[in-house]
């Protein structure tokens, strides 16, 4: 079991920045894939980025690829997600999520396999 809390989120303006944290209990996270989901007001939840256990490797979505990066550090159990250049579109309750499959083939992209989950953040982008 580990419990996720996001933070980090705000209003800014449209080509600013802003650093989400996703912090999780336990003494496990180093053995979870990481991912960033964010639903805007009247849509689909959607795929933002993921990071495999290590940090070795990561993948976004097109949307967001090339302006946002996500990093862990693992002694802090702790998952970021820096989002730069951000655009009204941008504007959403970002969430963090955990994979606990050990070794799952390929990257998680899909909502539904993660097993755990944040609350959530809000990020407010103004045009």
């Known amino acids: 079991q580990v419990q996720l809390v996001e933070s980090g989120g705000g209003l800014v303006q449209a080509g600013g920045s802003l650093r989400l944290s996703c912090a999780a209990s336990g003494r496990t996270f180093s053995k979870y894939t990481m991912g960033w989901f964010r639903r805007a007001p009247g849509k689909e939840r959607e795929f933002v980025a993921a990071i495999t256990q290590s940090g070795g490797v990561k993948y976004y979505a097109d949307s967001v690829k090339g302006r946002f990066t996500i990093s862990r550090d693992n002694a802090k159990n702790t998952v970021y997600l820096q989002a730069n250049s951000l655009k009204p579109e941008d504007t959403a309750v970002y969430h963090c999520?955990?994979?606990?499959?050990?070794?799952?083939?390929?990257?998680?992209?899909?909502?539904?396999?993660?097993?755990?989950w944040g609350q959530g953040t809000q990020v407010t982008v103004s045009s």
């Open positions: 999520a955990a994979d606990s499959l050990p070794q799952r083939v390929g990257i998680p992209t899909l909502y539904n396999q993660y097993d755990y």
